[in-house]
T-cell receptor, first 114, second 115 residues
Framework: DQQVKQNSPSLSVQEGRISILNCDYTNSMFDYFLWYKKYPAEGPTFLISISSIKDKNEDGRFTVFLNKSAKHLSLHIVPSQPGDSAVYFCAALNYGGSQGNLIFGKGTKLSVKP | GAGVSQSPSNKVTEKGKDVELRCDPISGHTALYWYRQSLGQGLEFLIYFQGNSAPDKSGLPSDRFSAERTGGSVSTLTIQRTQQEDSAVYLC?????????????FGSGTQLSVL
């Protein structure tokens, strides 16, 4: 039973346009969410995060939106650049839980075409 | 080193053999995690260590999998009697404190191929 779902395995966007990556979760106890970016043959690297007390967090070209009632978050990249081409993982955390680990989605492969 | 270091980067083994994967976390990081990523799948949590506390082994898929963390630093993930379904990228990560706002820093992983 997947607690964090990324239903789009891939996304192709033109350079300069907006990329929107979506993530849904089922566990209402999750209170912190993160996006990681992964290039081939490298480990994932942290990109941006958001606490459940917020509905938006922005860092340069990257913005994460959280809709708690819908248990949905999205990552917006604008403008998209070819170097953004990578696999993006959504992850969620329950601080109050007994585990400190992140629950990851399956990832969305973003391709930004020049 | 500056980042999380994993060795070997690639490991090819025969079915039934044991393998050991090593992880050197970032110095000073008290939390250490093992994940694996099978082909077409997301990151699957395996085990995590936090300081001197008992490790959380809830993600280990079978008793063929075990992990140790010696001296609160280096960790070894051991897979006994490997099976073809164990083929995956095994990723280690560390963070300054577990369960806080601290993000995970991942190594580049060990690509395990079981023939």
């Amino acid at each position: 039973d997947q607690q964090v779902k990324q239903n789009s395995p891939s996304l192709s966007v033109q350079e300069g346009r907006i990329s929107i990556l979506n993530c849904d979760y089922t566990n209402s106890m999750f209170d912190y969410f993160l996006w990681y970016k992964k290039y081939p043959a490298e480990g994932p690297t942290f990109l941006i995060s958001i606490s459940s007390i917020k509905d938006k967090n922005e860092d340069g070209r990257f913005t994460v939106f959280l809709n708690k009632s819908a248990k949905h978050l999205s990552l917006h990249i604008v403008p998209s650049q070819p170097g953004d081409s990578a696999v993006y993982f959504c992850a969620a955390l329950n601080y109050g839980g007994s585990q400190g680990n992140l629950i990851f989605g399956k990832g969305t492969k973003l391709s930004v075409k020049p | 080193g500056a980042g999380v270091s994993q060795s070997p980067s690639n490991k090819v083994t025969e079915k039934g053999k044991d393998v050991e994967l090593r992880c050197d976390p970032i110095s000073g990081h008290t939390a250490l995690y093992w994940y694996r990523q099978s082909l077409g799948q997301g990151l699957e949590f395996l085990i995590y260590f936090q300081g001197n506390s008992a490790p959380d082994k809830s993600g280990l898929p079978s008793d063929r999998f075990s992990a140790e963390r010696t001296g609160g630093s280096v960790s070894t993930l051991t897979i006994q009697r490997t099976q073809q379904e164990d083929s995956a990228v095994y990723l280690c990560a560390s963070s300054l404190v577990s369960g806080s706002n601290e993000k995970l820093f991942f190594g580049s992983g060990t690509q395990l191929s079981v023939l």
